[in-house]
């Protein structure tokens, strides 16, 4: 393959030749230090912000006695994704990665801090949690642009894979330490510990990640709204990042069910709403658990060959499995359900993750990748209210079957259609030159490079 990429460029250490076909083990992926700290810093963040959500919804309660408030706690996280996630995200491109993870890190911590204050009112609350959730946009979109950079392109995937999987165990984890440290103790310390671990996190990724320079130098820039629009651009013009994005919108409309309907599930198995609690934990836990195992078993023992192969089988199992609780008799077997459907979701995400990520070239990541989240977001908000209003003209196992079956024909449609090549088989993504004066990278570029590959 010849090589005729720009003579300076930032390193990209996921670029370089096709990578082979081997298994890569967890020691491989944790000798790169800066992922090490990557990693430590994303988990320490998890923690805190799956735990202040769980104590913040009991603080509210608590305060007001309102199950809509409470609620609207929770969803407040996923509104600045859907309002300007995109747009935020953007901002991500024009300074260096490491600076934006620091920056974001110890600017949530304030709000986050306040809210822990005694006496805070609660729309004072909900404000201060929806500017602390801004920050999630740039520090996300960073954090994904980053690793192609400091991971190299066999180890990318199954990195993919442990940081979706530790974000699923640190969410249960998280919730249920988050709602006994609130309910047991004090509330306000569990926030109190989320803005701790914003500065933990801020001071991890300044002492181990290396400095680098912006995505996008000053003399590359233009009006944001514009960078925004190529992001969009770049991901739906291109026929393998289209692909990808819509495969994994349509995962997203009934994997989010069990746990968006959890409560109201568990009430169909119990009258006495003092035994509902743990039918509903189970439904909920389930998914995450089921794409835990999925996700390190595949990313862990399964070569690329072989996770491009399971991309069909999983595509049709994760709906399959969910359409199957409309018979389900208890609680329990809709968790084993929802697992199989976690397990063949965990399998599926990362391979098309990392298809994605190594299609992309460097000064495009954090904007597509803010494309990606802030679909996910929205169609997740949509599937829950959308079902959950159809559950109260009819039962909940027979609108979330039906839902299920609706995205098994979807995503045997969208499997069907998937190009018939990869961007493990892609020539490196073109990167944005490092030097003044050089010729930025367009998404039209972009998608000529990808038409040619495939025409090949």
């Known amino acids: 393959m010849s090589d005729d990429r720009p003579a300076a460029q930032p390193a990209d250490r996921a670029g370089g030749a096709p990578e082979p076909d081997t298994s890569v083990t967890f020691r491989d992926l944790f000798a790169a230090r800066e992922y090490r700290a990557v990693y430590s810093s994303l988990v ?85 949690l929806f500017v602390a959730m801004l920050g999630a946009p740039p520090t996300q979109a960073a954090r994904s642009a980053l690793l192609p950079l400091i991971l190299e392109r066999r180890t990318l995937v199954t990195g993919l894979a442990v940081n979706a999987s530790t974000s699923q165990a640190a969410q249960v984890f998280g919730y249920v330490v988050g709602a006994l440290v609130a309910t047991g103790i004090n509330a306000r310390l569990g926030i109190a510990l989320d803005a701790i671990s914003f500065v933990i996190s801020a001071v991890i990724i300044a002492l181990w990640v290396d400095p680098r320079p912006a995505a996008a130098g000053p003399d590359q820039r233009r009006h944001l709204l514009r960078e925004t629009g190529e992001g969009f651009r770049l991901v739906f013009g291109t026929p393998l990042l289209r692909s990808i994005a819509l495969t994994v919108f349509a995962l997203t409309t009934f994997a989010i069910l069990p746990e968006g309907l959890a409560a109201g599930w568990a009430a169909l198995f119990h009258h006495d709403p003092s035994a509902r609690g743990f039918d ?12 835990v195992i999925g996700g390190l078993a595949v990313g862990r023992l399964v070569r690329p060959s072989g996770r491009r192969r399971l991309v069909k089988p999983f595509a049709v199992l994760a709906p399959l499995a969910l359409a199957l609780t409309m018979f389900a008799p208890n609680a329990a077997t809709v968790a084993v359900l929802a697992g199989v459907s976690g397990v063949a979701q965990g399998g599926l995400m990362p391979t098309l993750n990392g298809e994605f990520v190594l299609a992309l070239p460097h000064g495009y990541r954090a904007r597509a990748y803010a494309v990606m989240q802030g679909g996910v977001q929205f169609i997740q908000f949509f599937a829950v209210v959308v079902t959950g209003a159809l559950a ?18 979807l995503m045997v449609v969208l499997v069907s259609r998937r190009p018939r090549y990869s961007a493990y088989d892609m020539p490196v993504s073109p990167a944005v030159p490092e030097h003044a004066g050089a010729t930025r990278v367009t998404p039209e570029q972009v998608r000529r490079s990808a038409a040619g590959k495939l025409d090949r």
């Open 280 to 291: 509903q934990g189970l439904i909920m836990a389930a998914g995450p658990v089921g794409f």
């Open 392 to 409: 109260q003209v009819s039962s909940i196992p027979l609108v979330v079957g039906l839902w299920s079956l609706g995205g098994l024909v």
């Open 44 to 128: 320490v963040n998890w923690l805190g912000d799956y735990l202040a959500r769980a104590a913040i919804m009991v603080l509210v309660y608590q305060q007001s006695r309102s199950v809509l408030l409470s609620a609207a706690s929770f969803a407040i996280s996923y509104l600045p994704w859907i309002v300007g996630g995109p747009f935020l995200a953007a901002i991500a491109e024009r300074y260096p990665y490491r600076r934006v993870l620091i920056v974001a890190d110890l600017a949530r911590a304030v709000p986050i801090a306040l809210i822990a204050l005694p006496g805070m009112p609660i729309y004072a609350i909900l404000v201060l």
